[in-house]
C-alpha cells in the first residue's frame, strides 16, 4: 500500500512503469532518510535501484524484474547525489576501485597458472606406474629400428641402472644408435642413450652420472608433466596421439629450469651413493659449456638447463662427499657398452639436451 503523500518542496516530476502493466505513471518523487518516496506507490529503499541508463536519469529495481523509474528533466542535485551513480567497469570492480581489481586479477592468474601447474605434477603422480609402463614400452619401440643390442654392454648398463636407482622403481635403460651427444627419459622408468653421449664420453662416470639425471626425471615424474603440458588428458584416454608423437614430443620437450636442477640434485645424490664421483660429470658439463661461450649470454641463462658453468661448479662440489670413489664401470664393461653399436665413433654431435 502506498505512503499518504506529503506536501513537500523537494520534490521531483518524474515517471514510473511499475512492473505490473504497460502504463506509464507520471509521478512526483522525493527522499525521506534512505528511501524513496513515489505518490501513489510503495516507497523504494535507496539501495535497491541501479542505474540503467548512461545519462543516470533511469533506474530499475533489483528486486523487481520490469520497473523503471525516469526522468526526462534532471532532479534536483539533492536528489541525485543520493541515486546511484553510473558503473565505470561493472559492479565489483567500481566497488574496489581498478587498481584493486587488478591486483585481484593478477594474483588469480598467478594462483590459476599456479595450479595448472601443481594440477599436472599432482596428476602425473596419480597415474599407476604399471600403466606409465606400458607408455614407456610403447613409445620405446618406435626406437626398435635404432636400438643397439648386444648382450654383454647391455647386462653391464643394466648394473649401472641398478647401482643408480632406487630398489621399489628400478629403471630399464637402453642404448639407440643416434649420433646426438644426449640421453632421453621415457614414461615408466625406460631411458635410452644415445650413441653420440657414449662416443663422446671419456669416461664411464661422464655416462653415469647424465643416466643419474634421467633416473632423476622418472623418479620425479618430470616426463608424464611433459607429456601432459602437451597431449592434455587426451594422453590417458588414448586421443592424443600416437607413440611416435610421444617420443616426438619427448625428443623435443625443454623441462623447466626447477625441474632439471632437480634432476640434477637427484643425480649427485644417486653418485654419491653409488661411489662413483660426480668430478667426471663436471668435466662433461665443462666441455658442453665450451660450446655454450659462443652463444649470446642472455640465450644460455634463458635455456631450459641450467648453464653448464653453474652445473659443473655443482658437482665439483659434491666430488668430496666422495672420498674414495669406485669406477661406475670396469675396463671391459665398459669396451661392450662403447661396442654396442658397432665400430666406435669419435666425437658425437654435441647438443644440450639432458
Given at each position: 500500500?502506498s505512503e499518504?503523500?506529503?506536501?513537500?518542496?523537494?520534490?521531483?516530476?518524474?515517471w514510473?512503469?511499475d512492473?505490473?502493466s504497460?502504463?506509464?505513471?507520471?509521478v512526483?518523487?522525493?527522499?525521506?532518510?534512505?528511501r524513496?518516496l513515489?505518490?501513489?506507490f510503495?516507497?523504494?529503499p535507496l539501495?535497491?535501484l541501479?542505474r540503467?541508463?548512461a545519462?543516470?536519469?533511469?533506474?530499475?529495481?533489483?528486486?523487481?524484474?520490469g520497473?523503471?523509474?525516469?526522468?526526462?528533466?534532471a532532479?534536483p542535485?539533492?536528489?541525485?547525489?543520493?541515486l546511484?551513480?553510473?558503473g565505470?567497469?561493472g559492479?565489483?570492480?567500481?566497488?574496489?576501485?581498478l587498481?584493486?581489481?587488478?591486483?585481484i586479477?593478477?594474483?588469480?592468474s598467478?594462483?590459476?597458472?599456479?595450479?595448472t601447474?601443481?594440477?599436472l605434477?599432482?596428476?602425473?603422480?596419480?597415474?599407476?606406474?604399471?600403466?606409465?609402463?606400458?607408455?614407456?614400452?610403447?613409445?620405446s619401440?618406435d626406437?626398435?629400428?635404432?636400438?643397439?643390442?648386444?648382450?654383454?654392454?647391455?647386462?653391464?648398463?643394466?648394473g649401472?641402472?641398478?647401482?643408480?636407482s632406487?630398489?621399489?622403481?628400478?629403471?630399464r635403460?637402453?642404448?639407440?644408435?643416434?649420433?646426438v651427444?644426449?640421453?632421453?627419459a621415457?614414461?615408466?622408468?625406460?631411458i635410452?642413450?644415445?650413441?653420440?653421449?657414449?662416443?663422446a664420453?671419456?669416461?664411464?662416470?661422464?655416462?653415469?652420472?647424465?643416466?643419474?639425471?634421467e633416473?632423476?626425471?622418472?623418479?620425479?615424474?618430470?616426463?608424464l608433466v611433459a607429456l601432459?603440458r602437451?597431449?592434455g588428458?587426451g594422453?590417458l584416454?588414448g586421443?592424443?596421439?600416437?607413440?611416435?608423437?610421444?617420443?616426438q614430443?619427448l625428443?623435443?620437450?625443454r623441462?623447466?629450469?626447477a625441474?632439471?636442477?632437480?634432476?640434477?640434485?637427484?643425480?649427485?645424490?644417486?653418485?654419491?651413493?653409488?661411489?662413483?664421483?660426480?668430478?667426471?660429470?663436471?668435466?662433461?658439463?665443462?666441455?658442453?659449456?665450451?660450446?655454450?661461450a659462443?652463444?649470446?649470454?642472455?640465450?644460455?641463462?634463458?635455456a631450459?638447463?641450467p648453464?653448464?658453468?653453474?652445473?659443473?661448479?655443482?658437482?665439483?662440489?659434491a666430488a668430496?662427499?666422495?672420498?674414495?670413489?669406485?669406477?661406475?664401470?670396469?675396463?671391459a664393461s665398459?669396451a661392450?657398452?662403447r661396442?654396442?653399436?658397432?665400430?666406435?665413433?669419435?666425437?658425437g654431435?654435441?647438443?644440450?639436451?639432458?
Amino acid at each position: 500500500m502506498s505512503e499518504p503523500s506529503e506536501p513537500r518542496s523537494d520534490r521531483a516530476p518524474a515517471w514510473l512503469h511499475d512492473g505490473q502493466s504497460a502504463i506509464r505513471h507520471d509521478v512526483l518523487v522525493a527522499l525521506s532518510g534512505d528511501r524513496l518516496l513515489i505518490d501513489g506507490f510503495d516507497p523504494v529503499p535507496l539501495d535497491a535501484l541501479r542505474r540503467i541508463d548512461a545519462r543516470g536519469l533511469q533506474f530499475g529495481r533489483s528486486d523487481m524484474t520490469g520497473w523503471r523509474l525516469g526522468f526526462d528533466i534532471a532532479p534536483p542535485a539533492a536528489l541525485l547525489r543520493r541515486l546511484p551513480t553510473a558503473g565505470r567497469y561493472g559492479g565489483p570492480i567500481d566497488r574496489i576501485g581498478l587498481w584493486g581489481a587488478a591486483a585481484i586479477a593478477l594474483c588469480l592468474s598467478a594462483l590459476v597458472i599456479l595450479g595448472t601447474i601443481q594440477g599436472l605434477d599432482l596428476l602425473a603422480r596419480m597415474i599407476p606406474y604399471r600403466w606409465e609402463q606400458r607408455l614407456g614400452d610403447a613409445i620405446s619401440g618406435d626406437f626398435g629400428a635404432r636400438a643397439c643390442r648386444a648382450p654383454a654392454g647391455q647386462a653391464a648398463l643394466d648394473g649401472l641402472a641398478r647401482r643408480l636407482s632406487s630398489a621399489d622403481r628400478p629403471v630399464r635403460v637402453g642404448v639407440v644408435d643416434i649420433p646426438v651427444v644426449n640421453a632421453v627419459a621415457l614414461p615408466g622408468g625406460r631411458i635410452l642413450i644415445f650413441r653420440g653421449l657414449i662416443d663422446a664420453a671419456r669416461s664411464p662416470d661422464e655416462v653415469a652420472g647424465v643416466l643419474a639425471h634421467e633416473i632423476g626425471h622418472v623418479e620425479h615424474r618430470h616426463v608424464l608433466v611433459a607429456l601432459l603440458r602437451r597431449f592434455g588428458i587426451g594422453l590417458l584416454v588414448g586421443s592424443g596421439g600416437t607413440a611416435a608423437d610421444y617420443g616426438q614430443a619427448l625428443l623435443e620437450s625443454r623441462y623447466s629450469r626447477a625441474a632439471e636442477s632437480e634432476a640434477d640434485a637427484s643425480s649427485i645424490e644417486h653418485l654419491v651413493h653409488a661411489g662413483i664421483s660426480p668430478t667426471p660429470t663436471a668435466r662433461l658439463f665443462d666441455r658442453l659449456g665450451r660450446d655454450e661461450a659462443a652463444m649470446p649470454k642472455l640465450f644460455v641463462y634463458m635455456a631450459s638447463h641450467p648453464p653448464s658453468a653453474e652445473r659443473r661448479a655443482r658437482f665439483d662440489a659434491a666430488a668430496k662427499r666422495v672420498p674414495h670413489p669406485r669406477p661406475s664401470l670396469d675396463p671391459a664393461s665398459w669396451a661392450a657398452v662403447r661396442a654396442m653399436c658397432g665400430k666406435t665413433k669419435p666425437g658425437g654431435e654435441f647438443e644440450l639436451r639432458f
